[in-house]
């Protein structure tokens, strides 16, 4: 009896590092290796200086690293260009930072859709029914028309998070998604992230210091000065046949 080839991994990292330059240049990572399957929900904990921002940063494409690889989707990305960074960011991924960065001049749907819309080749308008869909999913149906200033913070939260998934993205970067809402809120957003992903099969890297939603993830990885301390499997979910 043999298991199943598994599918090829969404992400891998192999032998990462990054330094600062400056007058004193700075390690922020140093040999970080590890892969993550498509589906996967990873948090990134560590504690502050660690390295997590600096590793989403290499994740999301918007640094590159001083030495070793990165493949997403098994294409080796280490040394792309701007161009071609930005294609694949736009097309592949969606980022949810801790403060949303809505557009307050922007109703909720127009702000969802402005990734589609700047990608200017029609796809804001394919993608409505799909996003309206989602603001349903969410409990938002009613709000598409607010401005950002007319919504509670957890809800733009939730519309920020709509709008790192109106892509399709197969990777999904977070950075403190829930650092600034109370912990019902925080717990909504997380529960949302986390069954829209399982519901699609997408891949979340959610960096956060709150270590009770770290362990309802698929897997923690720890950072300590720059390394990888520790790579947890918090449980082993099988997927549907
Ligand atoms: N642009 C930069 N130039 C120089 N050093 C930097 C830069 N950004 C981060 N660092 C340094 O790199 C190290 C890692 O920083 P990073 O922002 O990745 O930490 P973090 O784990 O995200 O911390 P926090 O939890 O506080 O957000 C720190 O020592 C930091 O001072
Ligand atoms: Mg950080």
Redesign the pocket.
Known sequence: MSAPPSPPPILELDHVG?V???AVP????EAVTFSVRAGEFVAIV????????????LLGLLDSPSEGRISIDGRDVTGLGPDDAARLRRDRMGFIFQFHYLLPEFNALENVLMPCRLAGDGRDLREEGRVRSLFARVGLASKIRRRPDQLSGGEQQRVAILRALANDPLLILA??PTGNLDSRNAAEVFNLLRDITRESHRTVIM?T?DRDLAAKTDRVIT?RD?RMESDVVVADRQEPQ
């Open positions: 990054k600062y330059p400056g700075t390690r922020a990572l560590g504690a502050s200086g660690s390295g997590k921002t600096t590793l989403l940063n950075d403190e960096v210091h950072l720059g």
